[in-house]
C-alpha cells in the first residue's frame, strides 16, 4: 500500500522544519493562500483558502505508515482535507494527499494585536527560495492575500518555533520583496 501525503504550502515546503521524504515540488489547483487569525493562536497564521481562479505552488511529503498524528499535531489549528484530485505531482500512480486549511469558520482578520512574525515568514520564503527559486519567492508573495496585517520583527528574537538561519542575502531578498507588498513592519516590544 502506498502513504499517504500532506501538500505543505508554507512552512512545510522548508524541508529543514521536518523530516518527511520523498518530499518534491507539487501544485495545488482551486486554492489561495491567506494570512488569517484564529482564537487557537495569538499571532497571524497561514492558511490554504478555497479560489477557484487560483493555483499555489508547495511540496508533497510522504507520511510513513499513514501516521497523521504528528503531522495534525503541529497542525492543531487545522483541518486536514482531502485533495489528491486537485494536486499536480511527478508521481506515479495516484497516491491520496491532504491539505491543511483552518476551517472559514474560524478565520479571523489578522491584526495589530496577532501579527505575521518576521521568522515565520523568513522560513516560508526561505523554503520557497530553496524549492523554487526567486520567481517561486515572488509566486508565493503573488498567490498570498492578508499582507496588510503588521509583520512583528523577532528576527533578533526569533519566536517561531521552527525558526531557521536566514543568510543575509536570502534576509535581502525577503525584505525587498516583502516590502513591495506594503506590508507593514512593527518593531519587537522589549
Known sequence: MTAP???GYGSLVNTATHSYGGARTARLR??????VHTDLSDVA????????ASEIDGLIAEVPGADWAALDAREFAYERLAAADRVTHDLDGAPD???YAVPAAHHRKAAQKHPILLSYLDVVLQGYLHQFGEAGVQGF??????WDAPILDD????????HQPI??????LFDKLVDRTGARRIALEA
Open 5 to 7: 501525503y500532506f501538500f
Open 30 to 35: 482551486g486554492w489561495r493562500r491567506a494570512w
Open 45 to 52: 497564521i497561514l492558511s490554504a483558502v478555497p479560489c477557484d
Open 97 to 99: 494527499v491532504s491539505v
Open 141 to 146: 508573495i503573488a498567490t498570498t492575500d492578508g
Open 155 to 162: 528576527r533578533a528574537a526569533p519566536r517561531y518555533p521552527r
Open 167 to 172: 543568510a543575509a542575502a536570502e534576509r535581502a
